[in-house]
């Protein structure tokens, strides 16, 4: 008899313990996907606001007002997405990365000359592909 209740009680105990270990597998799975997808929503939005911004930057002569509205309502966009992007990931470093990332963005039409344009540019994109990786590793 204390076999029997023995075998039954392992066998509830393994049902249970493996619905537990695939539930927390599916979880972490499910987490993965969502800050992957962020990450590319996040990466989306921010280049638009770049190219925006350039343009602004191009137009300081004419069309300005026009440029600098577009930038604003590009930038309203990806507000609610960097918010999902930091509810998200906790890593600091790439939170650091974004953050950065998202400051150079915003900030680029206020470069000097046309040099400094590329070279703002050019930074973004390596911080855009550092985020890139560390996001990788987050979800690998």
Do not use: C
Request: hydrophobic content about 45%; glycine content about 4%; cysteine-free.
């Amino acid at each position: 008899m204390w076999d029997t209740a023995i075998a039954v009680a392992g066998t509830l105990l393994g049902v249970v313990v493996t619905h537990l270990l695939q539930y927390r597998a599916t979880d972490r799975r499910e987490h993965r996907k969502a800050i992957l997808d962020t990450a590319t929503d996040t990466a989306d939005a921010l280049t638009h606001v770049r190219r925006l911004q350039e343009t602004r930057w191009a137009s300081r002569g004419s069309g300005y007002p026009a440029a600098k509205q577009a930038v604003w309502e590009a930038r309203s966009t990806a507000g609610p997405v960097l918010f999902r992007f930091k509810a998200l990931v906790r890593d600091e470093a790439t939170l650091a990365l974004l953050d950065e990332l998202v400051d150079l963005t915003f900030n680029l039409h206020d470069a000097p000359d046309a040099d400094e344009l590329d070279r703002r540019y050019s930074q973004a994109r390596q911080l855009n592909d550092r985020l890139a990786r560390a996001i990788g590793r987050l979800t690998h």
